[in-house]
């Protein structure tokens, strides 16, 4: 949301700076995430002056060009070369001084230099409009009828007006700061000043000859409408001041009337609408909905199709307008419109929430009738834009104003405990600066004791429902800075057993992962229909019902594809070498009668590898990566998640050549694999791909926050290593957990460090070259203690393995 800092200052005193006020904004939580300077004429003219063109020759080298002398105010006249055709002694000009930017109508800015132009030397730029963005024209230079002193700065010549536009990041919940005077009222509560409201006093009916009578059927989707009627009116460009007080935030001036009806949304956040008077039928206002199917052509010239739950503001014979959302092609304001009905109303944010989606619908009014929008203000905003409509556009009120409110929305009461108040902030606030801060922010005390009062809060505020919400009004004006932290506070961070953190946990294993060389990537959860076939779960796929195109038709059933996508379209960009890991959600659902049954939604830890293992260079030959590679990333998550005691079966799936699935008890925590080539070459991948994929819940479950500080063993680690023949069907793991079995105190690290298959030994066997690493933490080991060791570890594979130690 944007808010001009000049506009701003119509509703409150600002003696402080743009960057002052934003942070004061950010404070109360209207975070300001920029503050951008702002030109009615990009680049503010500056540079440009206001010159007298002294004398005129041609050019002696070129017939299109000529030589002026030009007076701009700085003593010695400066020699410019013209190539317009109507340039001539005695014109008042404008000229770019040499070093100056200009910045014009189309195209991108230059700047001028000292030059010569066909031999002759030239000091500036004699200017057309739309060399310096005020205007169109390029047929030649703007001739000025002026008699203003030679010198004179083009920007106060031509009124530029300069502003700072503060972007807000406002959050769904302040809808009453969707306007100038809802953050003023903010400043209002931080800075303890008066609230500047514009003045409708000057309000009156001039004739009674244009009545429009209104009928509200459906009170719960409209539950205030107010209209007034204005005829006579001239519709025309709107004035400079109304025109650049739209472009500053980003608005396209229209026309007077339209113009008027955004400023006031933009000044006081309440939507207004204007209809050709004349084009409704019957002289009547009908709110209500309609019958499902039934068409209607917006603005835009689309045609829709109405949902039972769409109102419509309509006439006595058709719809003319999306309440809250979009008006219609037919009762819309055009150069001929003479009389136009105002309305201003309070809609349902339900109804139009529901309209805008099912239309797939944003416009500035819908923006802020979902939110919430003020019922009082209706009646108000309608008179400041009759007065502005006949300030500006001309014409006579020729109506009392029609307000159907047939249940007034009160303010919402709340009983409030300074208990309360002190527990949720952790620090005792004064009373009377309690009630200040609620009373600046509208919130009416009443029933004040010792222990506490009642708030009554205007029904604009829609995100003050609770006692917790009167403490967090209270909180972000007194300002969250002005709580001091209480030596407790540390003391609890640093409590022996801090709570377990999903979210941090993610953090550090993604910054581990970082750290070796990954990057992590983000897909989207919807993916192609088509892939629900490519794989068999245990689940159903979850489709989407209102799926925008068939490649976002499904939620994703497994995290594999959308990584292979991300792969491929690296691939096809000349990056080969991946490292990629993705924390998403997988989803999925039982099977039940008549189409019902559980949604299934976990959480996975997805990494990829492709390519070759690092980069060539001239020190080392490359390779390409292999399952072992996946292997060690993957035990580095287990480790970091604390995961221990995992046992290892083959995987069977189709999607993968060979893999193994990684169990703790009889849960899965996940699987690692090589990718069929035939999978991969689908997604357009020829090179190998390696995956893994994780519970992120197991590893999070299994994650322990607390650690064990020890010494650092003073007597020496000991390295011997045995060579072991074995079927080829036994794996590391198993070899592993039988030595730990067979030594638990001594063995530190075991390690495989050669593995053969092939023609020196037998078919069917396998050749490890294992290093064991023993360590005693209290004493130096002895040749005989480590001598029992390896014999023992002998016998338990010769005798529990079959194998053969080759010695």
Known sequence: MKISYRWLQQYIDIPESPEEIGQVLTSTG??????????????????????EVLTCAKHPNADKLS?????????????????????AAGQKVVVALPGTTVYPTKGEPFTIKSAKIRGEQSEGMICAEDEIGIGESHAGIMVLNTSVKNGTLASDFFNVQSDYVFEIGLTPNRADAASHVGVARDIRASKNRALKLPDVSAFAVDNQNLKINVDVENTSACPRYSGVTISGVTIAESPDWLKNKLTAIGLAPINNLVDITNYVLHELGQPLHAFDADAITGQKVVVKTLPAGTKFTTLDSKERSLSENDLMICNTAEPMCIAGVFGGIKSGISNATKNIFLESAHFSSAYVRKTGMHHQLKTDASFRFERGTDPNMTVFALKRAALLIKEIAGGKISSEIVDVYPVKIENTTIEVKFKNI????????????????LESLDIKISNKTENG????????????????????EILRIYGLNSIELADHVKT???????????????????????????????????TNIAYKDKIKTEYEAVEILNKLSEEQGILRQTMLFSGLEVCA????????????????KVYGKTSGKEGTGNYVEEERLAIFITGNFETENWQNKTRPVNYFDLAQA?????ERASVEKTKQELLADAAFEYGIKILKGNKEVGKLGKVKSSVAKEFGVKQEVFVADLSVDLLFKSANPKFVVQEVPKFPEVRRDLSLVLDNQVKFAEIEALARATEQKLIKEIIAFDVYEGEKIQQGKKAYALGFT??????TLTDEEIEKVMIKLMSAFEGKMGAVIRK
């Open 774 to 779: 023993l360590q005693d933490e209290n004493k």
């Open 422 to 437: 002190d527990r949720l902030i952790g620090k005792k606030i004064e009373h009377d600066r309690i009630l200040t801060i």
């Open 453 to 472: 009062f009642t708030a009554s809060v205007p029904p604009y505020r829609v995100d003050v429902t609770q006692e917790a919400d009167i403490v967090e």
């Open 634 to 638: 993957v035990k580095l998550v287990l």
């Open 492 to 526: 609890d961070f640093l409590a022996s057993f801090p709570e377990k953190d999903i979210t941090r946990f993610k953090k550090t294993m993604g910054a581990m992962l970082a750290s070796n060389g990954f990057y992590e990537v983000l897909t989207n959860s919807l």
């Open 569 to 584: 379209h690296n691939i096809n960009r000349k990056q080969k070498e991946l490292r990629l890991f993705e924390f998403g």
């Open 30 to 51: 209207l975070e300001v995430e920029s503050v951008e300077p702002f030109e009615t004429v990009k680049g503010g003219l500056k540079g440009l002056v206001i010159g």
């Open 67 to 87: 030589i002026t002398t030009v007076d701009v105010g700085a003593g010695a006249p400066s020699q410019i070369v013209c190539g317009a055709p109507n340039v």
